[in-house]
C-alpha cells in the first residue's frame, strides 16, 4: 500500500489510481511566510511535505503539489511575506480543485497548515454543490496534537514561530533553524495584523514571533510532530 505524488508521476499513474477509487490530497502550506528571525519562510511548507512523506508509504492517496500562496494577511510587514487577498485564494484553490475533479477524483481532502486559511476553504467547501466529497484537515487543530501542547508547552503564551513550532521544526530539519537568532516575543499578539514597528501599539513584534522559542527542543518537537501524524491519519480513515 503506497501513494503517489502527482508531480513526480505520468499522468496514465494518475488516471488509473483516481479511477480505481483513491482520494485526492492538496495541500495547503505557505512558501512565503515569515516565522520570526531563526526559521525558514517556508517552515509551513517543510512540515507539510514531512507529513506527505510520512503519509505516502502507508496510504494510498494522489497527492497534487502543494498550495504555496494563500491568504496570510497579518505577516505581511516582514519582507518577503506573500498573502494573497481572500477572494483571490478562493478562487484559486477553487479552479485548481475543478481540475482534481475533472481528473477523475472521487474525494478530495486538503490538508492546511494554515489558520488564516481555514475560514476561506470552508468557503470554497461549502459553495460547491458536492460538498460531501471534500474533507478538510486543519493539522493544528487535532485532538492528539493539542493535548500534546498541553503537556509540553512551558511559554506563558504562543501561537508563532513559538516554542510548539519551532519544536516540530528541529525535529523535522534541525538544520534550518538557528536558535541562536531566536527572540522572545515581547507581547502576546492579539488577533489581527502582526506590528513590526511601533512598540506604542497592539501586536508589537519586532521579530515576527508571538510565544518564546528558546524553550523548543528537538524532544518536544519528535512527540508533537507523531502526535499531528496521529490525527492525520485518523481522519482519513474515518472519512
Known amino acids: 500500500m503506497s501513494g503517489i505524488r502527482v508531480e513526480t508521476s505520468a499522468w496514465p ?37 514531512w507529513i506527505i512523506d510520512h503519509l505516502l508509504p502507508r496510504l494510498d492517496f ?9 491568504y496570510y ?25 475543478d481540475c482534481i ?15 488564516s486559511t481555514i475560514p476561506p476553504l ?3 467547501i461549502a459553495a460547491r454543490t458536492d460538498s460531501a466529497r471534500y474533507q478538510i484537515i486543519n493539522v493544528y487543530s487535532g485532538p492528539n496534537f493539542n493535548r500534546e501542547v498541553e503537556k509540553l508547552s512551558e511559554q506563558e503564551w504562543g501561537g508563532h514561530a513559538d516554542e510548539i513550532e519551532t519544536s516540530m521544526m528541529l525535529a523535522i530539519d534541525e538544520e534550518t533553524v538557528d536558535l541562536g537568532c531566536a527572540k522572545v516575543a515581547p507581547v502576546e499578539i492579539e488577533r489581527g ?7 506604542s501599539q497592539a501586536n508589537y513584534s519586532p521579530d515576527g514571533v508571538n510565544g518564546d522559542p528558546s524553550l523548543a527542543t528537538r524532544q518536544k518537537g519528535e512527540r508533537l510532530i507523531g502526535a499531528m501524524m496521529d490525527d492525520v491519519f485518523a481522519a482519513l480513515r474515518v472519512n
Not at 19 to 41: D, F, N, Q, T
Not at 73 to 97: C, H, K, N, R
Request: proline share 6%; aromatic share 8%.
Open 122 to 124: 470552508e468557503q470554497v
Open 62 to 70: 494522489v497527492v497534487w503539489p502543494v498550495i504555496t500562496y494563500g
Open 13 to 49: 499513474l494518475v488516471e488509473k489510481l483516481l479511477e480505481s477509487g483513491i482520494g485526492a490530497v492538496l495541500p495547503v502550506a505557505a512558501a512565503c511566510k515569515e516565522h520570526g528571525r531563526h526559521l525558514p519562510m517556508n517552515s509551513d511548507q517543510r512540515q507539510v511535505d
Open 193 to 199: 495584523r502582526f506590528n513590526r514597528h511601533d512598540p
Open 73 to 97: 494577511p497579518v505577516f505581511v510587514d516582514y519582507p518577503g511575506s506573500v498573502s494573497l487577498s481572500e477572494q483571490t485564494f478562493i478562487a484559486f484553490v477553487g479552479e485548481v480543485i
Open 101 to 115: 475533479q475533472h481528473a477523475g477524483a472521487e474525494r478530495v481532502i486538503l490538508l492546511n497548515t494554515g489558520i
